[in-house]
């Protein structure tokens, strides 16, 4: 673990809770608030079952909450069973919202499609019974590699329909990504469509699957399921291939929900960590669900009459939690949006806004950073030019908010009225952990503010101690919670030293840097570990040095984070070629080259921003790459820090000018 993070605040800010959001707030004051967060701590099982009895169905009441005896392995609830599916769709159906929109779905060209719970619920039972029919069943798992879509979503509810385990992987990634989660997660279905629109333009997706089974390893894949976006040309296996529509259209409108253990896993979910390999990150069903629907209704503060937009992809945790289950959970009408923010033009989120009426938005603060830049340059495109009055509450995800893109978002997208909810999670936790709850936390721009009730996040040094208020530590969690990572799927070993090392005493270690302050506000401030956050993507360096070293001319590279005012962070790679190192127009031509490779070799998310080239790479006398001086290097600082150990000084000269 590096040492302790140091940081100066000097945000004072504060903005209360409007007084006519309080009033009508799911959880409404500092009191009841402060009510929840003292009756989970005071009786934590307690707090629990009633929450579980209270917000899912269940097909048999659990007697167990938490069960501890295998931890770090935790078990809630694990006696009880449910489905997913019918707790999302079947719920509705007896709640009287059978003919209520529950996907509003806004293709990239701007033609909107509505889908009631009825028809949802009518099409995942369509698509179960033919995953039935092709001897599909409880226990499988299927790979998901679709755009965004209403087939998307139907997809994965089918796999929760029949207790299938998913694994939907983002549409960026390349064909070797979906390979490598295609053998890891021992996948016997993949679900894809032809090509996905994004930008308008039509982007290939069935082919990266061709490419990816036909590298070997795959042959439990029986079958690859099309379904048919743009009916663009595709190579088609008829030993393997069928279109989506040819499975669901002649299905009954019924399948029994197959009710499966609490513990069963729901979805397997891949994410990067500080090896080259990324890590499946394994969901259970109930515990899940249960705070998907929970965070809904109290960060979201989430009414029958809402219109919920979270521009997430299905293919990130904020898409699995925010959009596939949690808002049909809990019974609302939500955006699923096709597109991109700038197509047709950087207007496009306040014009769907205003068009569908939004009342909760939900993204990320790079999107935001890029929008004022655009809006500050084309007043045609600025929130001020749209009617945004149906938003009452905003909401933040995936990397720190900074003070003035908050503000901005504050003012000029919330009309200074509507609470920004700046939620801190991560892909193991499934949902909400530290975020303000609208209607009772007082907010600070910069900070994801508090603790969730039932949540013991806390700041601690190297061997688990609390630190003092304003002091910069580790972020922990303290005790289990329901909707944790139960495990990287395949590596028990890894779970336990990634998340519960020794000296921390067994708490679960989120591998993030922050503080807290004196009113209890946690200030997050960036990754412990050899993580970086690329527009609120997570990336491993490991993998894209990997990715590098792949290439036939590279004989070595470092990879580092270099702060960047819209991404957040960017990628930087120093690479020392097996050649002599290239310089002018020609080092210009082989890191477009390498930049291009890696976004082949893992996802155009992956790419460089910059690359490098080095004689060598500033190592220690034992060769080991000093990784702190090539940040500090990437970021264009002076280098204050102690080089003596350093065997090639001169080295860092040489790779502190750009190309
Ligand atoms: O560093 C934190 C940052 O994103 C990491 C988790 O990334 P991922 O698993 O991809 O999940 C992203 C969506 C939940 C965290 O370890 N992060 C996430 N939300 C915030 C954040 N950093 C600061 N503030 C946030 N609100």
Redesign the pocket.
């Known amino acids: 673990m590096a040492n302790s993070i140091e940081s100066t605040l000097v945000e004072t800010r504060v903005f209360q809770p409007p007084q006519n959001f309080v009033e009508q707030a799911n959880v409404a004051g500092q009191a009841s608030y402060q009510a929840l967060l003292e009756a989970a701590d005071r009786d934590p099982d307690a707090f629990w079952a009633k929450q579980a009895r209270e917000h899912l169905h269940w097909t048999k009441p659990f007697t167990k909450v938490l069960d501890e005896s295998r931890a770090p392995f935790f078990e809630w609830f694990g006696d009880g069973e449910l489905n997913v599916s019918a707790n999302c769709l079947d719920a509705n159906l007896k709640n009287g919202n059978a003919s209520k929109v529950a996907i509003i779905f806004e293709s990239d060209d701007g033609v909107v499609k509505k889908i009631t719970y009825q028809q949802l619920h009518d099409r995942v039972c369509q698509l179960a019974n033919g995953l039935k029919a092709l001897g599909y069943k409880k226990g499988e798992r299927s790979i998901i590699y679709m755009p965004m879509s209403i087939e998307a979503v139907v997809a994965m509810q089918a796999c929760a329909r029949l207790g299938i385990t998913h694994s939907v992987v983002f549409g960026g990634f390349s064909a070797k990504s979906l390979h490598e989660r295609i053998t890891d997660v021992g996948a016997s279905l993949v679900l894809t469509a032809d090509e996905q629109m994004r930008g308008g333009k039509a982007i290939a997706l069935k082919p990266a699957v061709d490419e990816a089974l036909a590298m070997g390893g795959c042959e439990a894949v029986r079958h690859c399921i099309v379904y048919k976006r743009t009916g663009g040309k595709i190579a088609w296996d008829a030993k393997r291939d069928v279109w989506f529509h040819d499975v669901a259209d002649k299905q009954a409108t019924t399948c029994e929900p197959v009710a499966v253990g609490a513990e069963h896993p729901l979805f397997i979910l891949y994410?990067s960590g500080s090896t080259g390999k990324p890590k499946g990150v394994q969901h259970s069903s109930g515990g899940y669900l249960l705070w998907a629907k929970l965070t809904m209704q109290w960060v979201f503060d989430a009414k029958a009459n809402d219109i919920f937009w979270c521009t997430a992809d299905v293919g990130?945790?904020?898409g699995h939690t925010y959009i596939a289950y949690g808002p049909l959970a809990a019974g609302l009408t939500q955006i699923v949006f096709e597109g991109v923010p700038t197509y047709p033009n950087a207007g496009r989120f306040w014009k769907t806004i205003q068009d569908q009426k939004v009342s909760i938005f939900y993204t990320a603060p790079t999107a935001i950073r890029s929008l004022i830049k655009t809006s500050d340059a084309d007043a045609a495109v600025h929130p001020k030019s749209f009617d945004l009055s149906s938003l009452r509450l905003l909401g933040?995800?995936?990397?720190?908010i900074n003070p003035e893109a908050w503000m901005w978002y504050h003012t000029n997208v919330g009309g200074g009225r509507c609470p920004i909810v700046?939620?801190?999670?991560?892909?193991e936790t499934g949902g909400h952990m530290i975020t303000p709850m609208p209607g009772a936390t007082p907010l600070k721009p910069g900070s994801?503010t508090t603790r969730l009730p039932g949540i013991t996040a806390a700041i601690v040094d190297e061997v688990g101690g609390d630190v003092a208020a304003g002091q910069g530590g580790f972020l922990v969690i303290k005790r289990p919670w329901p909707s944790m990572i139960r495990g990287i799927w395949g590596d028990p070993e890894r779970y336990v030293k990634s998340y519960f090392p020794p000296e921390l005493g067994g708490y679960y270690l989120?591998?993030?840097g922050a503080q807290c302050d004196k009113d209890g506000c946690f200030w997050?401030m960036?990754?412990i570990d050899d993580v970086l956050?690329v527009s609120?993507h997570?990336l491993g360096t490991m993998e894209v040095e990997s990715a590098l070293v792949a290439h036939e001319m590279v004989a070595e590279a470092a990879v580092v984070g270099r702060p960047d005012a819209t991404t957040g962070e960017a990628i930087v790679a120093f690479v020392v070629l097996k050649r002599t190192r290239p310089e002018g127009d020609e080092a210009l031509a082989l890191g477009k080259q390498l930049r291009d490779w890696v976004a082949k070799e893992i996802g155009p998310i992956a790419k460089p921003k910059e690359i490098r080239f080095g004689d060598n790479l500033p190592k220690t006398r034992s060769g080991k790459i000093m990784r702190r001086l090539l940040r500090v290097v990437a970021a264009g600082e002076a280098i204050t820090q102690d080089i003596s150990t350093l065997e090639n000084p001169a080295i860092l000269d040489q790779l502190s000018k750009p190309v």
């Not at 933040?396 to 720190?400: A, D, H, L, R």
């Not at 700046?422 to 892909?427: A, P």
């Open positions: 994410t990130w945790v904020t933040s995800v995936g990397e720190p700046d939620t801190w999670w991560q892909t994801c989120a591998g993030d997050i960036g990754r956050n609120g997570r």
